[in-house]
């Protein structure tokens, strides 16, 4: 069974970093690459960027680049998103999803979301 | 990146009705690699139809992906009261992949 479980939601202040887990049943983990989507409030959705598990091999959007790390932990099958020097617009779900495969990048299953509201 | 624009904005439609959603994209999708999304509010995306025309595990036979290039569409050939949801385009061709903004489909 494929599961992708995250952490709870969070209120940080402007400036501050936020760290949000995505633990992934072991087939997931082991097979397959992991990407994390936001989705602002009312908004759509928007790519932030991935990683391959098995490998820490990682693709961001280069809008994100410097603010985003992707990271993978094999003893636990979780991957975490790590956001720096929030600001209010970073307010949104974010979602881990699994992608089809290693060589296609649409997203068949999906975590829970986890809600990151960043306000002072 | 590749830009996604999703037509129409909203689409009024009672059940039973046929639904059919635009997805057009600035440049070629040059793989068919393109899929469709289902979001419910207060829900994660839900996979309806991958490369193009690829119905994902368990999506019923009324939901069809088709088209290429440029130029794609979802239909939904008889409406059902779940159906009335968000429905998304995104493309996985060219990194960063990319996501219309959205069709809502609601009930006239």
């Known amino acids: 069974q494929v599961q992708l479980v995250q952490s709870g939601a969070e209120v940080k202040k402007p400036g501050s970093s936020v760290r949000v887990s995505c633990k992934a049943s072991a087939d997931t983990f082991n097979n397959y690459p992991i990407s994390w989507v936001r989705q602002a409030p009312g908004q759509g959705l928007e790519w932030m960027g991935g990683?391959?598990?098995?490998?820490?091999?990682?693709n961001y959007v280069q809008k994100f680049q410097g603010r985003v790390t992707i990271t993978a932990d094999k003893s636990t099958n979780t991957v975490y998103m790590d956001l720096t020097s929030l600001r209010s617009d970073d307010t949104a779900v974010y979602y881990c999803?699994?992608?089809?495969?290693?060589?296609?990048?649409?997203?068949?299953?999906w975590g829970q979301g986890t809600l990151v509201t960043v306000s002072s | 990146e590749i830009v996604l624009t999703q037509s129409p904005g909203t689409l009024s439609l009672s059940p039973g009705e046929r639904a059919t959603l635009s997805c057009k994209a600035r440049?070629?999708?040059?793989?068919?690699?393109l899929a469709w999304y289902q979001q419910k509010p207060g829900q994660a995306p839900r996979l309806l139809i991958y490369d193009t025309s690829s119905r994902a595990t368990g999506i019923p036979d009324r939901f069809s992906g088709s088209g290429s290039g440029t130029d794609f569409t979802l239909t939904i050939s008889r409406l059902e009261p779940e159906d009335f949801a968000v429905y998304y385009c995104q493309q996985y061709d060219n990194s960063p992949w990319t996501f219309g903004q959205g069709t809502k489909v609601e009930i006239k």
């Open positions: 440049q070629s999708v040059s793989s068919s690699y």
């Open positions: 999803a699994r992608d089809g495969s290693l060589t296609e990048s649409f997203f068949d299953y």
């Open positions: 990683i391959i598990p098995m490998f820490g091999t990682t």
